[in-house]
């Protein structure tokens, strides 16, 4: 198995229990503290649909901003523009390994790919 790949934010619990699942695991993941390195609208883009979920599935709605900006009702490609401009808006963490990409919402969705 190549290391993984963890879009992680240190201060969320569920990121931390996740990065420490994979090093239990043995992986050696490369971690992406996503709001320091952001992906790209189109990297985001593709880590949703490679892990089969819907992109307002992938969205923080309890996120100040996911209100500010009136998000509710927005489709996908506005729910994409706001995740990529408002990193904290990223539902956290995706995992990538060369076995696929999962959000670890729970947890237990990364032993899919590990």
Do not use: W
Request: proline share 7%; charged share 25%.
């Amino acid at each position: 198995m190549s290391d993984p790949v963890i879009y992680h934010n240190p201060r969320c619990s569920t990121s931390r229990k996740t990065l420490a699942l994979l090093r239990e695991r043995g992986a050696q993941p490369t971690v992406v503290e996503y709001l320091k390195t952001p992906p790209t609208r189109e990297q985001l883009a593709q880590l949703i649909d490679d892990a089969g979920i819907a992109v307002r599935d992938a969205v923080r709605t309890r996120e100040g901003v996911y209100a500010e900006l009136n998000l509710a009702d927005a489709d996908d490609d506005a729910l994409l523009d706001a995740m990529a401009a408002h990193p904290i808006l990223i539902q956290r963490p995706f995992v990538t390994t060369d076995k696929g990409t999962r959000l670890a919402r729970p947890i237990e969705n990364v032993t899919e790919i590990l």
